[in-house]
């Protein structure tokens, strides 16, 4: 994330809590977040340098007038006319972490060879919770690629305990012996 990302994204942040909309705002964000992932027609969109500015807010209007909220409709119009629609997704990761921070809560990524059951589930949250200090917010994925065992994948670090890499481990010391 960049700085200009974080300093829109902060003022966004603060009008949202001004106006007692910020989980309103979150939840937009994360919407829209989701249109970038799933529409490649939007992702060009946002980064179309052949459609001015004008064009831009017409296309935002047209989409999202009386669907979002006032407050994101007019920023993404400001970031248009800013000519920062290219950095819409930094400005929504940088939200979302200035949003976790205020609620005390932090993602994680789970990621397991089978399919966990809720009672496993709570436990590893539960953990999680007690060395971070935070409500965990869990995404689960299956990988049979990691043979057994998990990854978790949350504030930039990886913590492996999946068969996989204890396989690999004892490879590397194994030829090292030898």
């Known amino acids: ?24 705002v979150q939840n937009t964000m994360a919407d829209l977040k989701k249109l970038t992932i799933d529409l490649n027609d939007f992702r060009q969109f946002l980064s179309n340098p052949l459609l001015t500015n004008e064009e831009c807010a017409v296309i935002l209007k047209a989409l999202f007038e009386k669907k979002i909220p006032d407050l994101c409709l007019r920023f993404l119009l400001f970031i248009t006319y800013k000519g920062r629609l ?9 939200f979302d972490s200035l949003y976790l921070t205020s ?8 990621r397991t060879a089978f399919p966990v059951n809720d009672k496993d589930k709570a436990f590893i949250n539960q953990r999680l919770h007690d ?17 057994g065992g998990f990854r978790i994948f949350t504030q930039g670090k990886l913590y492996d305990y999946s068969f996989k890499d204890q396989l690999d481990h004892f490879f590397q010391q194994a030829t090292q012996l030898s």
């Open 131 to 147: 060395k971070f200090q935070q409500q965990m917010l869990t995404q689960w994925t299956q990988d049979p690629s990691i043979l």
């Open 86 to 94: 290219n950095i819409l997704n930094s400005i929504i990761e940088s």
């Open 1 to 24: 994330m960049s700085q200009t990302s974080d300093r829109y994204a902060n003022a966004l942040f603060e009008l949202a809590q001004e106006q007692g909309s910020l989980e309103a």
């Open 103 to 110: 609620t005390h809560q932090m993602r994680a990524f789970v």
